[in-house]
């Protein structure tokens, strides 16, 4: 992979387009309100913010969206990819597929790509795991159900091809925001302060210049909820300041996946 890398390394930008549908699958307690605001300011505030930042520094990104927000916010998704940027699946309605059997994994797979391609008209490669565990079917299905890359495990810090000939790219607790600052009633367990921005912006910055140095792969997640306030876009922004600085090669999955395949990396 190192003749496409060059001396830079390479960077995926992947957002998270969660809306409320993350607080509504945490339980009946979370269906209320007060929680689904915390989800839908994101998607009628904070990804605005992140769009116009991605165009100002021409930057492409990886969309990851819940099938069911079709149902809801399909003007959104469809600015999403007026803009250039890639949309991949996020489960159907942000389910824990733990706790689902391998036919309705599949069901929810096959659902939610049905419906974000029938609204782009573009095929959608690309998963990601909600928050929460898969099973050992899981990547499986998702192949048969015409998923190309997967990036949802930790096990590597360069995509790779899988048993099940996914792409599966990489990414880490570390280099998300939603860890850091997500917070609501009864969560996280034992409700910790919000973490210091500076602090956070430091973990993301020392984790770039790693994958910079070693050639790596630096996956950083965001969702418009959590990293859309005004006063946390700096932090967005000084990360796409950083990756265009070191003349990193920012790369869709679908990217990604396509290089992958065409070097035959194992």
């Not at 505030?45 to 492409?60: F, H, M, P, Q, S």
């Not at 795991?129 to 590597?156: H, N, V």
């Not at 409700?191 to 910055?205: G, K, M, Q, S, T």
């Amino acid at each position: 992979m190192e003749n496409r890398i060059g001396t830079a390394g390479i960077a995926m930008v992947t957002i998270e387009l969660d809306n409320e549908f993350i607080w509504h699958a945490m339980g009946d307690k979370y269906k209320t309100p007060k929680s689904t605001s915390m989800g839908t300011y994101g998607t009628h505030r904070g990804l605005t913010r992140i769009l116009d930042a991605l165009d100002e520094w021409g930057v492409k990104a990886t969309f990851f969206i819940p099938g069911v927000a079709v149902e809801k916010y399909s003007e959104k998704i469809m600015e999403i990819d007026k803009r250039g940027h890639e949309i991949a699946l996020h489960g159907y309605a942000h389910e824990n597929f733990h706790d689902l059997t391998e036919k309705e994994q599949r069901m929810k797979i096959r659902k939610g790509k049905q419906g974000l391609e029938d609204l782009i008209g573009k095929e959608v490669r690309g998963f990601r795991l909600p928050e929460g565990e898969c099973t050992w079917e899981t990547m499986r299905i998702l192949r048969e159900e015409g998923i190309g890359y997967d990036s949802s495990l930790f096990d590597q810090d360069l995509p790779y091809l899988t048993d099940e000939k996914l792409v599966e790219i990489p990414m880490r607790w570390e280099l998300q925001d939603f860890p850091y600052f997500a917070y609501g009633p009864g969560f996280p367990v034992g409700e910790p302060r919000i973490a210091c921005y500076d602090e956070v912006l430091d973990n993301w910055l020392r984790e770039l210049k790693a994958a910079y140095e070693l050639k790596l792969c630096y996956v950083i997640k965001f969702d418009p909820q959590t990293i859309g306030s005004p006063g946390r876009m700096f932090l967005f922004e000084q990360i796409l300041r950083e990756l265009k600085e070191k003349n990193m090669w920012i790369a869709t999955g679908s990217e990604l996946e396509k290089y992958v395949r065409e070097a035959k990396m194992v």
